[in-house]
C-alpha cells in the first residue's frame, strides 16, 4: 500500500510541475545538464528541454490522502515554496510551508510555517501559525512516562500512530497558535529580534477522565492542571520574546554548508492574556560540514535544541513535546506529542550523501536522534532518562536551483517503527 501511495505522488508530481521546473537554474555545464535530464528520463519518461533561465521561485504542491487510526481518512494538500524577495547574490532563500488537512475523526488542521529574508538579509521573519480541532494522546511528563506503551511494536505514519494504542490519554481540543518573530541584522550573519507568541487552547476534552462515579479514572492533564491552577478545559500562554540570531547557512531550504545559532527568552505575563505569568528559554543550533571539496551534497548536519522553564508554571498542553518544534520535524521514529516535559532537549545526526552517478538528483541520508525530557513535580530530571531513534530515507531532488527535494524516511524508536513523506530536509 505505501508502494503505491508514493507511485501515486511520484506520477501527480509528473503531471503537476513542468518539465523546467526539474532544472530550474541556470546550468553552466552542458554534460551536467545532459546527465541530469537523462536521469529524470529514466525515472518519468519524459522528453528532454533544454533550460537556460533561471527562475526566482518555486512551488511544490502536492495532495495528501491517508489513512491511520489516530486521524482516520486524511484528505487536503500539503506543499512549500521557495522564493528570492532580493538579489540572489546579496539575499538568501525565503521558504514557506503549508498545510490543510480534514479528517473522518473530525479533525481541521491548517498550518502555516514561514521563513523569509527581505532584500539584502535586512530583516528575517519567522513565523509559525497554526489552527486545529484536533484529538490525540497524551502519556504525562517525563522521558519515562507510562512504560506500557514500551511494551507495543508501534508503527507510526508521518507522526501519528497506524496502530491503536490504548495505553495514551485521549484528549480533544481546538488550538490557535500565532508565533511571529522579526529579526532585525545588525552585522553579517547576527540578528537580534523581538517576537510575538500566543498559544490558546480551548474545548479541552479529557476522554478518559472518570471523577463522576467510582471508581475514579484519573489523566495526566487533569492531575497536572489541578496541581498548578489551571482550567481544565481552556488556558492561554501569550507572550513576548527576545532573540539572538546568527546564520551563516548557504541555503535555508537545503543547507550544505555553515551554522545556525537561535537563543530566544520568552516572557509571559498575566497583562497579555497568560493564564499564569511564567517565562521560558529557548537554545537550537544547528550546523553543516561537507565531507567533500567537489561533492558539497556529502556531508554531515547535526541539529539540537532544549527548551526550558525558567519561572512560573505553563499549562500542560503548551509545555513542550516531540515534534512540536516549528517545522514538527523533531523525533523520527515516535508518536508526534510522546514525550512531554518542563525541560526538554533533543539531539540529531545526520549522514548524507549522493548516490546517482552525477551527484545531483538522488541521494540518500542516515540519522540518529535522542530525547530526553524532565517531570519536575515526579522528580524526574533532564538525562535520567534518553529515548534514542534512527533510520535511513532517500532524496529524489526536483530543484537544483533551490535544492528542494522530495524525501522518504525510515525510521525505528524504541519499540516503535514510522515512514515519513516531505517536500524538504528535516533540518
Known amino acids: 500500500m505505501n508502494f503505491n501511495r508514493l507511485l501515486l505522488w511520484f506520477l501527480v508530481l509528473r503531471i503537476l510541475i513542468p518539465n523546467d521546473v526539474y532544472s530550474q537554474s541556470q546550468v553552466r555545464d552542458t554534460a551536467d545538464a545532459e546527465c541530469i535530464q537523462l536521469q529524470f528520463s529514466d525515472l518519468f519518461k519524459s522528453r528532454k528541454t533544454p533550460v537556460d533561465t533561471e527562475r526566482n521561485t518555486m512551488i511544490l504542491a502536492l495532495p495528501n490522502v491517508s489513512y491511520n487510526p489516530s486521524n482516520g481518512l486524511m484528505a487536503g494538500a500539503t506543499g512549500s515554496a521557495g522564493f528570492y524577495l532580493g538579489p540572489e ?14 479528517t473522518t475523526r473530525k479533525q481541521f488542521i491548517a498550518t502555516v510555517k514561514l521563513n523569509t529574508y527581505t532584500p539584502d538579509n535586512r530583516f528575517f521573519l519567522q513565523g509559525d501559525m497554526r489552527y486545529l ?3 490525540a494522546s497524551t502519556w504525562g ?3 519515562n512516562s507510562p512504560d506500557s506503551i514500551e511494551s507495543q511494536n ?23 497558535k500565532i508565533h511571529e518573530i522579526l529579526n532585525y541584522r545588525v552585522s553579517p550573519n547576527k540578528y537580534l529580534g523581538l517576537g ?15 471523577i463522576e462515579t467510582l471508581p475514579y479514572e484519573l489523566t495526566p492533564h487533569y492531575l497536572y492542571s489541578r496541581l498548578h491552577g489551571f482550567d481544565t478545559a481552556s488556558y492561554t500562554l501569550s507572550g513576548l520574546s527576545l532573540n539572538l540570531l546568527y546564520d551563516s547557512r548557504d541555503n535555508l531550504i537545503n543547507a550544505y554548508n555553515g551554522y545556525y545559532f537561535h537563543l530566544s527568552y520568552r516572557y509571559n505575563p498575566r497583562f497579555l492574556g497568560s493564564s499564569q505569568a511564567s517565562s521560558s528559554l529557548w537554545m537550537e543550533f544547528r550546523t553543516y560540514q561537507s565531507l567533500s571539496r567537489d561533492v558539497p551534497r556529502h556531508l554531515l548536519g547535526f541539529w539540537a535544541y532544549g527548551n526550558f522553564l525558567v519561572s512560573g508554571q505553563q499549562p500542560y498542553l503548551t509545555l513542550m513535546a516531540l515534534g512540536e518544534d516549528q517545522r514538527g520535524r523533531s523525533g523520527r521514529g515516535y508518536i508526534a506529542g510522546r514525550y512531554r516535559g518542563e525541560d526538554v532537549i533533543y539531539a540529531e ?15 540518500g ?12 513535580s515526579s522528580d524526574v530530571p533532564l538525562f535520567r532518562y534518553v529515548r534514542p531513534g534512527g533510520g535511513f530515507g532517500l532524496r529524489l531532488m526536483l530543484n537544483k536551483y533551490f535544492r528542494t527535494n522530495v524525501n522518504i524516511d525510515f525510521a525505528f524508536g524504541d519499540s516503535s517503527r514510522a515512514l515519513y513523506f516531505s517536500g524538504s530536509e528535516t533540518f
Not at 510575538?196 to 472518570?210: K, M, N, T
Not at 542516515?366 to 525530557?373: E, P, Q, S, W, Y
Request: glycine share 8%; aromatic share 14%; net charge negative.
Open 196 to 210: 510575538f507568541h500566543l498559544d490558546r487552547y480551548s474545548g479541552i476534552s479529557d476522554e478518559a477522565l472518570q
Open 133 to 135: 480541532v484536533y484529538n
Open 349 to 363: 545526526m545526520e549522514y548524507r550523501f549522493p548516490i546517482s552517478k552525477c551527484t545531483k538528483i538522488l541521494g
Open 365 to 376: 541520508v542516515i540519522f540518529l536522534n535522542a530525547t530526553t525530557v524532565s517531570s519536575r
Open 154 to 176: 508501534i508503527f507510526v505514519w508521518q507522526g501519528a500512530g497506524i496502530d491503536n494504542i490504548e495505553d495514551g490519554f485521549l484528549m480533544s481540543y481546538n488550538y490557535l
Open 89 to 102: 547574490q546579496t539575499t538568501r532563500v525565503s521558504s514557506i510551508g503549508f498545510n490543510l488537512v480534514v
Open 141 to 143: 511528563l517525563g522521558t
